[in-house]
Structures are given as C-alpha cells and as structure tokens.
C-alpha cells in the first residue's frame, strides 16, 4: 500500500454577484487549480511527487486573494488541463492500494464538490485526516492544529525551495509531518466522513422563540444559543464556529442537525408586548443541503467567526 498526502488550491468567484456564481454556487462554490500530492510507501519513503494546474472553466478568473496566498498566477492556469483530465491524471498516477489523506477537512469538501460537478458518476475515493492522527498524538483533540504548529512541534523547518500554500509543497511538508507519526497505520482510524442529507420537504422550515435574556451578550453564551433544537425534529444541534455580528441587535451562527443538516440560528434583539428588550431566538433549516455546500458555508463562516472576533480584539 502506498499513502498519498494530498493537497488542492481552488479559486473563487470574483464576487458572489458575478453571474457564474449566481448560475452554479449552489453547486460549485470553488473550482480546483492544482492538485499538489506526495507518495510514500509503508516505510515512510517518498517515492514521488504529483503537481498539476488545473484551468477553472467557470470561475476563471483567478482571484486576487488566492493568486496573493498561493502564488498561482493566470498563466499557470491558462492552457493546463480541465478538472476531469487533470483528476484522471491524478488517479492514474495514485496506482491502486492507495490511502489518501490530506491535512484537515477542507480539501475533501471542495473535492468532492469537484468530481461531483465536472466528473458525474466518478466513485469519490475515502480520504483520512491526517490533523485528526496529528490531535491523537499531540493531546490537541479539541483544536485543530494548523500544519505550521505541527511542523514546530516536530521540529521541520520549511526551506526557500519549498515555498508554503504550494499545493505539492504543502503536500510535502504534510508528508514530514507524517514521516514522524510512531504509527502512520493508525491514519486508517480517521477516515472522513461525508454526511448525507436528507430531503428537505418544505424550503426553510423555522421556529422563534422568545429567549429570557435582554442582551445579545448574554444570550450569545447561553445553552439556547449554543446548542439550539433544529425546528423540525427538536433534536440538540451543534454550533461549531460561534455567533457573528450581522447588524447592531442581530447575530447569527451556523449549526448542524445530524438528521437535517445545516440550521441557521439568529438571535434578535425586540421589545415585546410589556415593552422589556428581550432576545428572540430563530432557527431555519438551510434550503440548500448538498454536503459540499454545508462544508464550504462552514468554511466561509469560521473565517467570518475569525474576522469579527479580530476586530472586536482590536476595538
Ligand atoms: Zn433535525
């Protein structure tokens, strides 16, 4: 068997108005442009490197954010293969006896995503996390350590000719990382899981309730905010990243029934019929359940949770 640790850069629309995001962002939130991966048989040996750029064909566009973060530049883009040459390339040169693996769990939402979109039919292979084996080895279960930290605390420095947020160098840092674990066979015990939705029946079904709080700050820390029932089974949902700020009075989160998926929580500052400010507390379903876009909204909230507590940091 060999391990493959996997790494992909995608690009995004230039604006959530542009008229391809419109068409297909509840499909397609962002498109692969490269697929970087690195090979080691069950010695822990490298036995090679895989890197291919990928041409969008709808976000075409490289956005500013990701050519500054990744590198990548338009020319690298124009002219490489489409996502189902570049994704079949990367197969084949995968072999057979594989196990596939990436840093975290925000590849395989965006590569799912992918194959779902631009290879119809194509069986997604399973991929494990190798951040979750780092967290079993670390003690750091409950945050989830960035490559960097686990590289400092494996003691691997990165080198001038292995540039960072590369696909294929940050697939072989990845790899150090890994080369350290005591027992790299231990990967096959966190396998990610891709949850299934059900079907919703009616579009975002809700409920308000009046919570006994009469500031946001408050309500924000209480069980209600915190693990709200979803409004069609009642069931305890989880709220993963935390509340944001949406207008002064408003605050929103994200949160997951196991059974209907992503929920929207906001709570809202009114005056009720006494005329006491109370916080009233409403949870919808989400009308848009595919896995890839339950997993990209988190991504896109953890950033936002990341955003607002930085400026109330600096306020
Ligand atoms: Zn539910």
């Not at 822990?44 to 291919?52: A, H, I, L, V, Y």
């Not at 338009?74 to 189902?84: C, H, N, Y």
């Not at 066979?185 to 308000?208: E, S, W």
């Not at 009233?280 to 988190?298: E, G, I, L, P, W």
């Amino acid at each position: 068997m060999h391990y493959i640790v996997m790494d992909l850069e995608w690009n995004q629309p230039l604006s959530h108005r542009s008229a391809p995001y419109r068409r297909l962002g509840n499909q397609l939130m962002f498109e692969v442009i490269q697929i970087g991966a690195v090979k080691l048989d069950e010695a822990m040996r490298m036995r090679g490197s895989f890197n291919q750029f990928v041409a969008p064909a709808n976000y075409i566009k490289l956005h500013p954010r990701i050519s500054r973060i990744t590198g990548i530049r338009q020319e690298d883009l124009d002219g490489a293969p489409d996502f189902s040459q570049a994704f079949s390339r990367f197969v084949d040169w995968c072999g057979e006896d594989i196990a596939l693996s990436t840093w975290g769990c925000d590849d395989i939402s965006v590569l799912h995503q992918n194959i779902a979109f631009f290879v119809k039919g194509h069986p997604i292979p399973p991929v494990y996390d190798l951040q979750r084996l780092f967290g079993d080895i670390s003690g750091e279960t409950k945050n989830r350590a960035g490559l960097k930290n686990a590289m400092n605390a494996m003691g691997i420095r990165p080198t001038a000719e292995h540039p960072f947020h590369s696909a294929v160098d940050d697939a072989y840092y990845t790899a150090l990382v890994f080369q350290r674990f005591p027992d790299p066979k231990a990967l096959l015990n966190h396998p990610q899981t891709v949850r299934t939705f059900g079907q919703i029946q009616t579009r975002q079904q809700g409920k308000t309730d009046t919570l006994r709080f009469s500031t946001l700050a408050q309500a924000i820390i209480s069980k209600p905010a915190q693990q709200p029932n979803c409004p069609v089974c009642g069931k305890r949902a989880d709220v993963p990243e935390g509340y944001v700020m949406m207008e002064p009075g408003r605050c929103r989160a994200l949160a997951d029934c196991q059974e209907h998926g992503l929920l929207m929580i906001d709570l809202r500052l009114e005056k009720d019929e006494k005329g006491n400010t109370r916080v009233k507390r409403s949870a919808m379903v989400s009308d848009v359940q595919s896995t890839a876009y339950v997993k990209t909204k988190h991504l896109q909230w953890a950033n936002k949770v990341a955003a607002s507590r930085q400026k109330e940091a600096s306020a």
